[in-house]
């Protein structure tokens, strides 16, 4: 006869077996229902960042805005310090070095505050290399025609070379003017000229084209060039030559920890959607970097568009002889080159018409297309 106490014991073991097996069961149950590893994996997989709902970039820049600067004594306190150095940075320039200065922090009042309060006996000329499309050319020719005004001025007042005041600046090429540049001396010139460039770094500085033309600049007598970096890997756009030869750079370490609240315009927030807006902004600043005459022919184009929307895009021949009807162009080269420029930063596209011509066409809805023009205006 089996203890009452020992059937008791038997029960209630059998009931946690049961008990743990119901869990058993509902848990392989469960894990059927679910989805297999690899279909989640396929699923995570297949979502994109362009899926993603970006917050449009203005919305995004005027909530950047708001946010209350940190730190502004500090800052301020710190950019002051350097102010005892304007002395040894003149110093350094005036014997034929060039002043580059890096770290962390917009350094933009900086040397604008340097040049102002110490280049007086310069004339200074700003680059600001943080913009996406910079003319350089333009920029030494300035400075060349400047250098010949005053020489002419000179030579008119010295007896016997009035003959040589009807010679026109050589402006064919670079080289050209990189040469006249180098055999300009103090008696030729009243002021030597400080080229003051706001990151020397910039995307529209950084190809090798541009910096050996800065480098073969910074070796004329009468130039000086006083830059600053960001980008860590700046120094690897100048071999050992570019560096000791030609620019002479004295580095300086001067972190400001000021925000990058100009330069950082004309780059893309990682947060904002690449909506209208900013593709109208981009095409705004690389229009505004232009020639008049090359942003009058891209008006012509966007007027035409805007009359003309349901056809395929404007006859490059028709544009021609508009521009010419309005002496914007003189020939077919010079309305080819403006076209080539367009084409490079992506202002237009170039397809065949039905009838075989080449069509310009602006990749912009009508409304944005509309604000583009205004804001141009």
């Known amino acids: 006869m089996t203890p009452r106490g020992g059937r008791a014991a038997a029960s209630s073991g059998s009931e946690d077996e049961e008990e743990e097996a119901g869990f058993s069961r509902s848990y392989f149950l469960a894990k059927e229902k679910e989805p297999s590893s690899g279909k989640k994996r396929a699923r995570a997989a297949a979502g994109k960042l362009s899926d993603l709902n970006l917050v449009d970039e203005q919305v995004l820049r005027a909530s950047l805005a708001e946010i209350p600067p940190k730190h502004e004594e500090e800052v301020e306190a710190l950019t002051r310090s350097y102010k005892d150095q304007y002395c040894n940075w003149l110093f350094e320039l005036r014997c034929g070095f060039g002043l580059l200065m890096y770290g962390f922090g917009s350094k933009k009042q900086l040397l604008e505050d340097f040049a102002s309060a110490t280049l007086t006996d310069f004339t200074v000329i700003v680059i600001n290399g943080y913009l996406p499309s ?16 005053q020489t002419k001025a000179k030579r008119k007042r010295q007896p016997g070379t009035r003959s040589q005041l009807s010679q026109q600046f050589p402006s064919q090429s670079t080289e050209d003017i990189i040469s006249f540049l180098m055999r300009q001396t103090s008696d030729d010139v009243d002021d ?4 003051l460039i706001h990151n020397v770094d910039g995307p529209a500085l950084r190809d090798a084209e541009s910096q050996q033309c800065l480098a073969q600049i ?6 000086r060039i006083v830059a600053s970096i960001d980008h860590v890997n700046a120094p690897l756009l100048w071999d050992k030559k570019m560096v000791h030869k030609q620019f002479k750079w004295s580095w300086y370490h001067v972190p400001t920890f000021a925000p ?4 950082g315009v004309f780059y893309p927030l990682i947060l904002a959607s690449g909506g209208h807006a900013q593709t109208t902004k981009t095409a705004l600043v690389v229009l505004q970097s232009l020639t008049p005459n090359a942003q009058s022919v891209f008006r012509v184009l966007a007027e035409y568009q805007l009359a003309n929307e349901k056809e395929e895009g404007m006859p490059v021949s028709s544009l021609y002889t508009k521009c010419r009807e309005r002496f914007l162009v003189s020939s077919q080269v010079t309305l080819n080159s403006h076209l080539t420029e367009f084409k490079d930063h992506d202002l237009i596209k170039i397809r065949k018409h039905s009838d075989g011509q080449d069509c310009l066409r602006i990749p912009l809805v009508s409304d944005a297309l509309e604000k583009l023009l205004q804001e141009l205006a």
């Open 134 to 149: 910079i003319n350089l050319k333009q920029v030494i020719a300035t400075i060349a025609e400047m250098f010949w005004d």
């Open 192 to 195: 030597p000229v400080c080229l």
């Open 218 to 223: 910074s070796c004329c007598p009468q130039i």
């Open 260 to 263: 990058y609240k100009v330069e």
